[in-house]
């Protein structure tokens, strides 16, 4: 069946092995006006090599502030089904595990309130239901909610969605269950979440390990990542496995055949803190060197496993560029326990949040506040003590601001006793 | 009680949240949780998870766009109901993983999703280079500089044999963001492709005063190279152009400031960022390519680039090194050798931590 | 002719330059020169040179106080005529060289040396702690936080068997600057002693309009902390007392804005810069500890605290490694747990690229 | 014989094995009126913790910029010989040898005219003579110049006296003649250095080899620090006798005794590029991949010798804290050779002097200005090629000042052809 645009740029990219968005929209177009415009505003954008949707506007559903990114197309006398576009982002379960039943129920939904087109996921982890206009909002949400016990996820300055990596639920390393602690701060923030209280966006994300399968530290204002304070723990046979060649090291991560293991190689001589030893027979570590860096445990992971004093390392001020450059999130709390239903935890953050509240401008990210203002005026108001785990180096330059409580006298001179002892 | 469109408040329903997680683990989720104790890649794409309690969960991993058709979700759903039980999930790169129970049911789950054409490629396990995190591009955001749908499909093409192998050095994570606003979070990636434009935005002055809040449109600009101006009569701003370094985020405050061009915009390339603590320190992705031009359907020029960093690296990295733990070890005077990139001004840095990244040290490779 | 105060201009000798330097050469310098072919330390502060041509020069190192009078550089020639043909020199951290280069006059001048009290100390090279690289102090400066010399002589007192032994893993490189001007330049020093006011300015305002320029004092402020202001009908300005971090650089540019303060100043110290290109780059002196009261004449527990980091290191340290590297290998974590320092607010950056300098990673030691 | 002031906190400086300047100025004192009230001075400023100096004001010779740092007494009436203190900077032969005669012949000549205390020498390379009063300045400044063929050192916002390491006048590891280099400049230089004509002061400093013994990269506006580009010279038998223990390591830097050599654990393993492999009888080294850092010529300077093919390397920028934090300098000509004229040296300089005189604010170092206005802007105005040695790393933020040369019309858009592809 022909479709209302030709496109013959897109159709350059049904070719080849890796799977065709093209394809998968043209399967669907026939049964969706909206695709077969957004197929050829998308050919359009080919040709010109620029983009041809508009600024949003202020569209969304009644008492929330986000959750719908509104979106209209520069050319609806070319495309006039797609003239409305609008995002609609719903929170996804925890780490994105689903059942057919509720994916289907939610295709059924979406078919006919909206284009048929979805991310599967968002950046920030929601499912993103891509296409809709203005008036499919509110009965969308209805039956979200009514027949889905769905929600809508954040945009705007808000909470934005949490989430983690799959942790407990089929990792072996998590340190934290991730699940219940994304979950537990989703719906106990919920109203953060949906009404714009914050400067700007907030991000909470929750890796089970150093490994950081959901990229915290890279991109949330708050990263929450799991960690061990006690030893690794070795199961000594399995290492002499590792050492004979009978197991597959890293798991088959660098090749799934079995091969010739070379222990100092590959492990002892790459540890970062050089605080393993190999005798030969047995695995020695200098756990209070370790820095928990994961690598020998997932080069031989049935022989090595994270402590049993489990809890998190707290990290915050992730961001991309805009404004003041990316960061990365910094330590503020080196270890905390993470159980629910995680009153210490959260009553740091409402000290974050109320600081930032109190002092961050508009559109100013956490991170930026505490570049701002700094990370000792943060750790004040958050009641965190100053520890070398929080910099990888002192300053090193030499503008401290010494606090006047400590200096005799204050910031307070005696002029005229100086001038007595110093004549101008 | 059904919708009603004039009573919004009845029997309204919010903040109810997400489902429970738990409501969609399969039962060996449920019974094992908690208790796996070591994991295995089998062949790249198909992992085993075993539990203290003996209890084996496979899981076939699938490479997927991330911008689906429900059509296609329905399909994959009907695959699931098939080999496991109803059971699925998607990746934090937006993987599809399925999850198989019964190990007798793995084998036809695998030949199955072979036997459906591009749609279902197996992999992205272990030492391979998994899907590419990306954003909406030309599909559907305001501020894009190059579409992302369309690149990522095209550098993954021509990547696919080291999607569903483990050949390379250590895991290699892609992102791609379409403009500066980096929504992929592309800035600690091993590689990533950036949408950026070249022209500082033209100003309408006609609409400034009547579309956007000029004070916040000068607060928007990180160079701050926006001041505020009159144009007859009309209160609009006007932009240091030499100050501009085409971030957008003036033009995300106020529409009447557009700085797309098709001729103008492109991508530029980035190397040797990471996020895993596994060795090293995370680590942010170094400029490698200031600008690429524009060049659909398939984008050449990008597609190759990356594709020979990605064989340098493939060649000379060692065991567990990523890209960035290699340019570590050899120098950025010789990764650009390797790689024949040219080394331009770009690459200085000249923003604010700029001395940070300068040479103060007689130590470099002729 | 002679010198006339009334005609400047007769027989005005300008811009000759320095002696040229050869003129000073030992002949055996002039012989040899760029024909050195290795050396070797004999003892503690007794090098010898030796030449592709066979031949030897020996040089005695003699620890000195950099503030000396013109009896003792007498003393010193004395000494140099007796022993080294009038030839001697001074090094880049102010000790003396006496160079032999008749081998049989080594041992009576090292023997001279020794017995003339605490005068000469030979010592300072190899992996000692050689003389203390420092500044004026109250001996001359107008804007020291500190004294120097006196500093130098407490600390070196403590440290003299390092001065004269080889059994530091490295060198330890200790400078003392006695305001954050730095002219010691103490800021890549293995252990930098430096001096800090703790107090802003005041301001004298019957007297800045008349001895300073306020656009320059204005700008001279690192942190923008100074505004103009009227009193009382005479231009002055004001501090913003809480963006002052005691830098003293208003103070240089204008004498009405004094914060030397006897209870307030005292000195911070540094630890882990350096300047070679050995092993690491050169790298940055941190901050070991904010603050320590002056305590004249003998500074003991800055003298104490020093002689601590020094003894940790001496015992931690592996051989070839800096103070910095050994700090690098260990974690600061370990060092402020070894040393028994305390680590605190002032420690944490929080200038212009203090965000480099925040902990980005999961790594670090309980 | 009893001084003038007592000083009872200064005489407990008398103690100790370190030389004490105390001792000394005490020996000198009953000859200077000028040295007792130093020792009074300084005792007062020992009791109340406070220096005694004021500002300079401007004090110097006729027609000189620089070379006098002014300095009074705030107390003239405790302290009347010293009321006036001013320093002279004498410019030191290049690397500080001395003949006694040349000696002598200073303190004879300063005895008379000033305190008799010096620096031997200050931290930028002068011999400071330290306390004179103005009357005395002219005087002694013709003597130096006639009687002593000396000149004055820079001070203010002029070139400060350059220096090197002692070189190839004492060392076998040298690249360049720091002496002939560092005397060349100061010659040709000679206006600049006597005459204010900079934004602020300009230091270069010299070292042969890496090691940079005169400290160079951390404290001159330009650094040139000796380097080779060919191959590390090897005497494989040497080596050899070092692994058997005959020759003692590291020059006896590590203790002067001979003792057992592990060349793998104190060389081989340490080389940061770990570019070297010892098979048991030869040291092979991939030259290629070395980045000169001295360690294995330090530790075996009888076997390894730096190649033949030797220049410098330049970096630029190098500055205490005041007022951008502290820099060290950074590498902008790889490889230079560094032979007598220095035409091409000297030609960059100028280069850099003339941007940074037409560019610099006032007090601004070269180093800040290069931070304000780019390294790319720097690098254009001396006609240098950007060049991956000249950074650690290639920016990570994307903030790019794309050249408009480069891009199709420039800057420019066509707002009316815009318009008509895209709606407002
Ligand atoms: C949909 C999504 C991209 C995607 O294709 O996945 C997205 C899309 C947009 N982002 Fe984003 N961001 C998305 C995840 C991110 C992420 C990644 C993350 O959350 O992990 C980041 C980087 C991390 C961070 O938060 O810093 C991100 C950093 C930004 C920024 C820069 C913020 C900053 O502080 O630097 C902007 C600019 C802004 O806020 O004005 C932005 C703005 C936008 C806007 C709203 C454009 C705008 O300025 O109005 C985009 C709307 C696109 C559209 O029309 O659909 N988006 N954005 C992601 C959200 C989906 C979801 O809810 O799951
Ligand atoms: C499924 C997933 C978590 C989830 O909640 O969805 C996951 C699952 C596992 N990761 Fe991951 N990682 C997942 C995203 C990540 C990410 C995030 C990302 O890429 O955006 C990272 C950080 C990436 C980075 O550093 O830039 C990540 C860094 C790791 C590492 C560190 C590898 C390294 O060399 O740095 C390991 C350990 C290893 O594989 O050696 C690891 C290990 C694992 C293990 C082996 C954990 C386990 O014991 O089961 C899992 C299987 C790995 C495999 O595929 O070979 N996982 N892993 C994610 C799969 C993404 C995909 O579809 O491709
Ligand atoms: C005499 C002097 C040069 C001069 O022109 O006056 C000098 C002379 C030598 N230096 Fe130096 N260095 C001299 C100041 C320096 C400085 C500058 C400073 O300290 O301010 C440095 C840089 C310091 C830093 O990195 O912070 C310096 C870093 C080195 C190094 C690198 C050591 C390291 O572990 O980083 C070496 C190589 C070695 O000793 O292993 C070296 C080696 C040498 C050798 C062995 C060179 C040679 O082949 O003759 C000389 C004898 C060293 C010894 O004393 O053991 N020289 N050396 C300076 C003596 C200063 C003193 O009186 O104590
Ligand atoms: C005498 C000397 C210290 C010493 O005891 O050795 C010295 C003494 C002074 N320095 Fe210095 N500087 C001296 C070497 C240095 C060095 C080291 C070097 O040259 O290698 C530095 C650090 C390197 C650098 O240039 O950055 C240095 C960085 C400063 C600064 C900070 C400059 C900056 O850009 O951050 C100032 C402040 C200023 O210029 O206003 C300063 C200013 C001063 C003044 C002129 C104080 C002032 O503001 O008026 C001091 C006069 C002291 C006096 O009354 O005798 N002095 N000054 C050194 C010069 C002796 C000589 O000519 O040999
Ligand atoms: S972050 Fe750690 S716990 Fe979470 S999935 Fe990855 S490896 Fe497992
Ligand atoms: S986790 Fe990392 S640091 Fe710790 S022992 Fe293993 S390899 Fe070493
Ligand atoms: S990266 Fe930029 S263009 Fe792409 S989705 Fe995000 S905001 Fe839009
Ligand atoms: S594009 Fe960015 S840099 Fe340019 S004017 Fe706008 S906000 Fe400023
Ligand atoms: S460091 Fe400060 S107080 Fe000391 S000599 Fe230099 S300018 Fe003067
Ligand atoms: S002391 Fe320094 S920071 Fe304080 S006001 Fe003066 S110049 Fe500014
Ligand atoms: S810098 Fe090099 S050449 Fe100069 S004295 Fe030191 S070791 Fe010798
Ligand atoms: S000079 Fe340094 S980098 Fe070069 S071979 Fe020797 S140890 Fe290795």
Redesign the interface.
């Given at each position: 069946m022909a479709l209302k645009h030709a496109t013959p740029m897109l159709d350059e990219l049904e070719k080849g092995p890796w799977p065709s968005f093209v394809s998968d929209v043209k399967r669907m177009a026939p049964k969706s006006a909206m695709c077969e415009d957004w197929l050829g505003v998308m050919e359009l954008s080919y040709r010109e090599k620029e983009g041809h949707w508009k600024h949003g506007g202020i569209v969304g559903v009644l008492g929330y502030g986000g959750g719908i990114i509104g979106r209209y197309c520069d050319r609806p006398d070319l495309f006039p089904a797609i003239a409305h576009f609008h995002t609609v982002r719903v929170n996804q379960p925890a780490s994105k595990y689903y059942t057919t039943e509720v994916l289907r129920k939610l295709c059924d939904l979406w078919e006919p309130r909206g284009s048929g087109l979805t991310n599967m996921h968002g950046s920030t982890g929601d499912i993103v239901l891509l296409g809709t206009t203005t008036d499919n909002l509110e009965p969308l949400f209805y039956e979200l909610t009514h027949e889905m016990g769905m929600d809508l996820g954040g945009s705007g300055s808000n909470l934005r969605t949490p989430e983690g990596c799959l942790g407990k639920s089929r990792c072996e390393w998590s340190c934290i269950d991730t699940q219940d602690l994304i979950y537990d701060l989703t719906m106990e923030y919920q109203d953060a979440l949906h009404r714009p209280m914050f400067p700007y966006k907030f991000k909470f994300k929750a890796s089970g390990c150093p490994c950081d399968c959901v990229a915290a530290i890279a991109r949330s204002d708050c990263s929450i990542i799991g960690t061990w304070r006690d030893k690794i723990r070795i199961d000594q046979e399995a290492v002499r496995a590792y050492v004979g060649g009978e197991l597959v090291p890293h798991a088959g991560a660098g090749g799934t055949e079995k091969r010739a293991f070379d222990i100092n190689a590959e492990v002892i001589d790459l540890c970062p803190t050089k605080c393993m030893e190999w005798d030969g027979k047995n695995l020695k570590i200098w756990d209070e060197d370790c820095t928990r860096c994961m690598h020998c445990i997932r080069v031989m992971p049935r022989a090595l496993r994270p402590g049993l004093d489990t809890g998190a390392t707290i990290l915050v001020g992730a961001k991309a560029p805009i404004l003041e450059g990316a960061q990365m999130s910094s330590v503020v709390i080196p270890f905390m326990k993470m159980e629910p239903p995680y009153g210490e935890f959260k009553e740091f953050v409402e000290k974050v949040w109320d600081w930032w509240m109190e002092n961050g401008k508009n559109r100013e990210r956490l991170g930026e506040l505490i570049q701002r203002l700094s990370l000792r005026e943060f750790l004040k108001a958050c009641d965190l003590t100053p520890d070398a785990r929080m910099v990888n180096t002192p300053r090193f330059n030499p503008y401290i601001f010494y606090d006047p409580a400590e200096v005799p006298g204050g910031w307070e001179h005696d002029a005229v006793a100086f001038r007595q002892r110093h004549q101008a | 009680m059904a919708?009603d469109?004039n009573n919004?408040?009845q029997?309204?329903?919010?903040?109810?949240?997400?489902?429970?997680?738990?409501?969609?683990?399969?039962p060996i989720?449920k019974e094992n949780?908690?208790k796996?104790?070591?994991?295995?890649?089998?062949?790249?794409g198909v992992l085993v998870?075993v539990s203290e309690t003996g209890a084996e969960?496979y899981?076939v991993r699938v490479?997927?766009?991330?911008?689906?058709?429900?059509?296609?979700?329905?399909e994959?759903?009907?695959i699931?109901?098939k080999y496991c039980d109803?059971?699925?999930?998607?990746?934090?790169r937006?993987n599809?993983e399925f999850l198989v129970s019964d190990k007798s049911k793995l084998q036809p789950l695998i030949d199955d999703l072979r036997s459906r054409g591009?749609?279902?490629?197996i992999g992205g396990?272990?030492?391979s280079i998994t899907s590419i995190?990306h954003?909406q591009?030309?599909?559907?955001?305001?501020?894009?500089a190059i579409?992302a749908?369309?690149v990522v499909?095209?550098v993954?093409?021509e990547l696919?044999e080291y999607?569903g192998s483990?050949?390379l050095?250590?895991?290699v994570r892609i992102a791609l963001?379409c403009c500066?606003?980096?929504?992929?979070?592309v800035?600690?990636s091993d590689i990533a492709i950036?949408g950026?434009h070249?022209?500082?935005p033209?100003i309408?002055h006609d609409?400034v005063q009547n579309v956007c809040e000029i004070p916040?449109v000068i607060?928007?600009c990180?160079?701050a190279a926006i001041k505020p101006k009159k144009v007859d009569d009309k209160k609009s701003v006007e932009i240091n152009?030499?100050r501009c370094?085409?971030?957008g985020?003036c033009y995300t405050m106020c529409?009447?400031l557009?700085?797309?061009?098709?001729?103008?915009?492109g991508m530029?390339l980035?190397v040797g960022?990471k996020?895993?603590?596994?060795?090293?320190?995370?680590m942010?992705?170094?400029?490698?390519v200031?600008?690429i031009p524009?060049e659909?359907?398939?984008w050449p020029t990008t597609v190759n680039t990356i594709k020979r960093i990605v064989e340098e690296y493939a060649a000379g990295g060692r065991?567990?090194e990523r890209i960035g733990d290699w340019i570590n070890r050899i120098?950025?005077?010789r990764?650009?050798e390797k790689t024949g990139l040219e080394?331009?001004?770009?690459?200085?840095?000249?923003?604010?931590?700029?001395?940070?990244?300068?040479?103060?040290?007689?130590?470099?490779?002729?």
């Open positions: - | 919708f469109p919004l408040m029997d309204r329903i919010t903040d109810i949240g997400p489902p429970k997680y738990d409501k969609f683990f399969p989720v949780f908690g796996w104790k070591y994991h295995e890649i089998l062949e790249p998870h969960l899981t490479g997927a766009s991330r911008l689906i058709s429900i059509e296609l979700i329905r994959v759903c009907d699931a109901d109803g059971y699925l999930r998607w990746t934090t937006n599809i591009n749609w279902f490629p396990t272990g030492n995190v954003t591009g030309w599909a559907h955001c305001h501020t894009p579409d749908s369309g499909k095209s993954m093409d696919f999607f483990h050949k050095p250590a895991q963001a500066l606003n980096m929504c992929g979070a800035h600690c950036l950026v070249r022209k500082p033209f309408e609409r916040l607060a928007a990180p160079t152009q030499s370094m085409f971030c985020n529409p009447a557009p700085l797309a061009d098709g001729e103008g915009d530029a980035w960022g996020v895993s603590n596994v060795l090293s320190a995370p942010f992705s170094k400029l490698a200031p600008y524009n659909p359907p398939r065991r567990y120098g950025w005077e990764f650009f080394f331009k001004h770009e690459h200085i840095d000249d923003y604010r931590l700029a001395m940070m990244t300068w040479r103060t040290t007689t130590q470099f490779k002729f």
